[in-house]
């Protein structure tokens, strides 16, 4: 397709255990970046890639997330030893370099549920 | 330290007449401003923009209004639709455009 795809839709895990979250942008994005949405919350922002490289990861709450783009497309977001505070739904999005107008375009999301 | 604020979480209007959506921000070095629709279970999607150096933009129906003295924006609808029921964001990047902040929320429903 076109847009940006996220997958999984949906992910159940039991804490302690390691997920990945995958996402691969519209085709000549050279922006990424991670969003988390909390119930009842704004999108919070985790990380931001301009190609291959991480030009800000100050949103990542700890050293058990990261992420990488190593190819310049697709990114996997990576959660070690999960705990039940990292249950939201983890956005994608993409936007053409430094886009004067500021549009994001979001992908459907990956629910993580941590038991 | 929340810098972009939504502080009505909910909003009911009859169809056909006026939404109005508003939207604070701390941080004066803010100089453009979207707004998102998101649908359940769906990623947000752009709506509308403005640049600080103005302080109306008007896209069909939607309409927003910037006041930089105030640190405030609001989102126009009108006539409201059914289909207009949705979450609405508003955020703003920073500078850098590295990060996008965006505030809480304001969930629209427009009743027929």
């Known amino acids: 397709g076109a847009g940006v795809s996220q997958t999984p839709s949906n992910k159940v895990t039991e804490k302690g255990k390691y997920v990945e979250l995958r996402c691969d942008p519209i085709?000549?994005?050279?922006?990424l970046y991670w969003y988390r949405q909390s119930l009842g919350q704004g999108p919070e922002f985790l990380i931001y890639?301009?190609?291959?490289?991480?030009?800000?990861d100050s949103g990542l709450p700890n050293d058990r997330f990261f992420a990488v783009r190593p190819e310049g497309s697709v990114s996997t977001l990576k959660i070690q030893r999960t705990e039940r505070g990292d249950s939201a739904v983890y956005l994608c999005?993409?936007?053409?370099?430094?886009?004067?107008?500021?549009?994001?375009?979001f992908g459907e999301g990956s629910r993580l549920t941590v038991l | 330290d929340q810098q972009v604020k939504q502080n009505s979480p909910s909003l009911s209007v009859q169809e056909g007449r006026i939404s109005i959506l508003n939207c604070d921000y701390t941080?004066?070095?803010?100089?453009?401003f979207l707004w998102y629709k998101k649908y359940p279970a769906e990623g947000p999607t752009f709506l509308i923009s403005?640049?600080?150096?103005?302080d109306k933009n008007e896209d069909g129906r939607f309409t927003v209004f910037l006041n930089k003295s105030a640190k405030h924006l609001s989102l126009h609808i009108v006539p409201s639709q059914p289909g207009d029921s949705a979450v609405y964001f508003c955020?703003?990047?920073?500078?850098?455009?590295?990060?996008?902040?965006f505030g809480t929320g304001t969930s629209l429903t427009v009743i027929p």
């Open positions: 890639f301009q190609g291959t490289g991480a030009a800000d």
């Open positions: 955020a703003a990047p920073s500078s850098a455009r590295n990060q996008f902040y």
């Open positions: 999005a993409s936007s053409p370099t430094h886009s004067n107008t500021g549009e994001l375009f």
């Open positions: 085709s000549g994005h050279t922006a």
């Open positions: 403005i640049s600080s150096i103005k």
């Open positions: 941080n004066s070095m803010f100089d453009y």
